[in-house]
T-cell receptor, first 118, second 114 residues
Framework: DTAVSQTPKYLVTQMGNDKSIKCEQN?????MYWYKQDSKKFLKIMFS???????INETVPNRFSPKSPDKAHLNLHINSLELGDSAVYFC?????????????????FGPGTRLTVL | AQSVAQPEDQVNVAEGNPLTVKCTYS??????LFWYVQYPNRGLQFLLK??????LVKGSYGFEAEFNKSQTSFHLKKPSALVSDSALYFC????????????FGTGTQLKVEL
């Protein structure tokens, strides 16, 4: 059973198009994340949701809009795609909060979605 | 602001030899430190973490890391490297005062040769 899954695995599209990436976790975690890994393998957080509520929103163009319909799903919609959006996008999840406070648990990553904008 | 430095882009080691992948950090308070590994075309996998307690942390696949507060370092080590350890390794830090944001280093490519 895949813990954190993403679809699609590969996405090739033209500049200006709108596309979505979906993520699902079956770990029962309360927090989900989107990361972007560029061609130099730099990994940077984009968004974080806890129980469907946005809690981290890094400096990301507003063409990127995350949506969390429930705590097991976090989707990423990208409008007006640009060449610079080409990257691998990783979804992750963790159990952040436990009785008494934060858990500081590790994050579990999905396999990634390789987006290529032509 | 929290940050992590991995000073080596690549580390080469012969199979059977000990390996060290370096990491230094900067946070405003006590750090929470993590190591992850990424195999080609895969997502990141958690190896180990330091939250509190013993400075020597043991993790998956025989890896361990030593937290050194005075040197603000958290180097990853393994006594005997395997060819299958060849991968990209990321150090990450979480500032207790920074919410649940994890900041990653730039990664170190480990190559273990026969």
């Amino acid at each position: 059973d895949t813990a954190v899954s993403q679809t699609p695995k590969y996405l090739v599209t033209q500049m200006g198009n709108d596309k979505s990436i979906k993520c699902e976790q079956n770990l029962g975690h309360d927090t989900m994340y989107w990361y972007k890994q560029d061609s130099k393998k730099f990994l940077k957080i984009m968004f974080s949701y806890n129980n469907k509520e946005l809690i981290i929103n890094e400096t990301v163009p507003n063409r990127f809009s995350p949506k969390s319909p429930d705590k097991a799903h976090l989707n990423l919609h990208i409008n007006s795609l640009e060449l610079g959006d080409s990257a691998v996008y990783f979804c992750a999840s963790s159990q952040e909060f436990i009785a008494g406070g934060s858990s500081y648990n590790e994050q579990f990553f999905g396999p990634g979605t390789r987006l290529t904008v032509l | 602001a929290q940050s992590v430095a991995q000073p080596e882009d690549q580390v080469n080691v012969a199979e059977g030899n000990p390996l060290t992948v370096k990491c230094t950090y900067s946070v405003s308070g006590n750090p929470y430190l993590f190591w992850y590994v990424q195999y080609p075309n895969r997502g990141l996998q958690f190896l180990l973490k330091y939250i509190t307690g013993d400075n020597l942390v043991k993790g998956s696949y025989g890896f361990e890391a030593e937290f050194n507060k005075s040197q603000t370092s958290f180097h990853l080590k393994k006594p005997s490297a395997l060819v299958s350890d060849s991968a990209l390794y990321f150090c990450a830090v979480r500032d207790p005062g920074g919410g649940n944001k994890l900041t990653f280093g730039t990664g170190t490519q480990l190559k273990v040769e026969l």
